[in-house]
């Protein structure tokens, strides 16, 4: 066999989320402290395949990065046919929690981006005993809507074309093409309804702006890093975010967009690693 | 800038492509200068500038002509670099037709990116 393989390892898990059971895509690589990744809005843990490649990750973090039920390889529930998927806060935090403990997670690190960073807010609040530290990528405690959402899921709209127009955007324009792409791509292969959905928690249910406040970071650290030409979740955003939550410690990535761990690998990682440095030495 | 959109855009299969089923006529002000864009399968069949005297278009995207200047620039800053960022910061309009809008959205972003491959 001469082609290369990447240490990452693909896996179905089963288990129960909302009291029906799911056939749920993993990826993993890596031994040691728990990281488990959170795909954006609309896409799926492709995004992250630089982090579970870098073996200055994998040295020290077990990297779990799962496609949400009806994202990627996770298929949704079977009667899907007869709703409308929307995600909001609840399900969301349950999902997360409902992964690290069927994986056999202990007190992980979690990492999300858009959604991903706003639901890291919410399991501060929640679960911060439970997790050895949160890292918000594109964190906004809410985002006003400046565009419908609706469009992306329309008989007369390719939802697919429209979903890779979004997110093209709303990366840098100095990150490389050929991952920018990728990233386009990955929001193309999204399902009817699945973007337009995940972004009922992003636009109006997810409103966590009166109660960040309560967030300890004394209990479980906090960081949150921002690429700065995401016009989405701003880095204006995420210094709002921080100004409410004592000891969140804010990182502005320079000339990185809304999908840092896609649309620039090499970028990001220079980021990422000193935070997981950090997280390594001063938690337990 | 928006003249020479015809040359930048039909050549480049790159941002033809998604646009080879629209067939439709759309403005874009710059400040108070209107052009009308009409598009054949994908390539910029012409551009007329105004005013215009009861002429038809599906679409209308309008900003500043100083949000546009910004928009255009080779590297342009955060929050000036995409059509959905002018969104977000108040400095576009769309008017008319927005399913069409979005049907062709990343037609219409590159296409009016385009400027930028002149940009010093």
Redesign the interface.
Known sequence: MSARLEPVIGRYAHLELGGRPHRLYFEEAGQGIPLLCLHTAGSDARQYRAVLNDPEVTRSYRVVAFDMPWHGKSSPPAGWEREDYRLDTAAYTDLVMTVARELGLARPVVMGCSIGGRIVLNLALEHARSLRALIGLQSAAYVER???AA??N?A???GG??S???A???M???SPEAQRWETVWHYMQGGPGVFSGDLFFYQVDGDLRDRIGAIDTSVCPLYLLTG?????A??QDTEAAAARIRGAKVTIMNGLGHFPMSENPDAFLGYLRPVLEEIRTTTN | MIERIPELVNDDFAIVRWGRTMNESFMVEVGDTQYLLTVREGRVESVARGPFVMRPWRFAVRARREAWEKFWEKRPAPGWHDLFALLRRGDVAFEGDQRMLVAYLMYLKLLLAAPRKLAP
Do not use: N
Not at chain 1, 228 to 232: G, K, L, P, Q
């Open positions: 400046y565009y419908d469009w992306l329309h007369e709209v390719h074309q429209a890779g127009a979004i093209y955007g709303l840098s324009p100095m700065e030409y995401d016009y989405s701003s880095p």
